[in-house]
């Protein structure tokens, strides 16, 4: 049986804050495992909506990747909570697109639970999400800003934005040209297996 421990103490908004919640959990999972609480039983919740700041949560929101350090599977609970209704001026009952855009992020995260309200749009944003991140082979931090990652996973994040739109035309203008041995490969690897998919691929060269 899991047992969850979801992080509910008053936090103050700081540049930290994500750091200061993971501390506290750490706390608690020693407690849990020192109380007889299986540590392969945990799940770890960091609380959004839950002694924290409108501000707050969306710092939370921004690191949910960094729970992952915990080393227990992640339970993300942002459905219609106060702070998508703060950022979109919205009531509890309009706030499904709000819920969606967080689900995505803790599919980008990694996080391994969430507990929604609206079931049946959350699992349709979950697989396409999940299906477009596995499409291209893209493992990122969301937290990480996109002009500090490298050329190569730049050139993954655009593809994957345009599959989302179901294209079946890919123009790369010199995709090779910034990268490296490696990424080179997994890119060409990559072009191949959408061509297979049925997805048109050119590539220009100004050589």
């Given at each position: 049986?899991?047992?969850?421990?979801m992080?509910?103490?008053?936090?103050?908004?700081?540049?930290?804050?994500?750091?200061?919640?993971?501390?506290?959990?750490?706390?608690?999972?020693?407690?849990?495992?020192?109380?007889?609480?299986?540590?392969?039983?945990?799940?770890?919740?960091?609380?959004?909506?839950?002694?924290?700041?409108a501000?707050?949560?969306?710092?939370?929101?921004?690191?949910?990747?960094?729970?992952?350090?915990?080393?227990?599977?992640?339970?993300?609970?942002?459905?219609?909570?106060?702070?998508?209704?703060?950022?979109?001026?919205?009531?509890?009952?309009?706030?499904?697109?709000?819920?969606?855009?967080t689900?995505?992020?803790?599919?980008?995260?990694?996080?391994?639970?969430?507990?929604?309200h609206?079931?049946?749009?959350?699992?349709?944003?979950?697989?396409?999400?999940?299906?477009?991140?596995?499409?291209?082979?893209?493992?990122?931090?969301?937290?990480?800003?996109?002009?500090?990652?490298?050329?190569?996973?730049?050139?993954?994040?655009?593809?994957?934005k345009?599959?989302?739109k179901?294209?079946?035309?890919l123009?790369l203008?010199?995709?090779?040209?910034?990268?490296?041995?490696?990424?080179?490969?997994?890119?060409?690897?990559?072009?191949?297996?959408?061509?297979?998919?049925?997805v048109?691929?050119?590539?220009?060269?100004?050589?």
């Open positions: 049986m899991p047992y969850i421990l992080h509910d103490g008053t936090v103050p908004t700081t540049p930290d804050i994500a750091t200061r919640v993971l501390a506290e959990l750490t706390v608690a999972i020693q407690r849990a495992v020192d109380l007889g609480c299986p540590r392969a039983s945990i799940v770890v919740d960091p609380g959004v909506g839950f002694g924290k700041d501000a707050g949560n969306l710092v939370l929101l921004r690191e949910l990747a960094r729970f992952r350090e915990l080393g227990s599977p992640v339970l993300l609970g942002a459905s219609r909570k106060s702070t998508i209704g703060r950022v979109l001026d919205l009531p509890p009952e309009e706030r499904l697109e709000g819920t969606l855009a689900t995505v992020l803790g599919v980008a995260a990694r996080v391994d639970i969430v507990r929604v609206d079931v049946r749009a959350n699992l349709r944003a979950i697989r396409m999400a999940d299906a477009m991140l596995k499409k291209v082979g893209l493992a990122v931090n969301p937290a990480a800003k996109i002009k500090d990652l490298g050329v190569g996973k730049q050139q993954l994040i655009e593809i994957a345009a599959l989302s179901n294209v079946k035309l123009i203008d010199e995709p090779t040209a910034a990268l490296n041995e490696t990424d080179s490969d997994n890119l060409l690897a990559l072009l191949r297996g959408l061509k297979q998919q049925g048109t691929c050119i590539m220009i060269s100004h050589k």
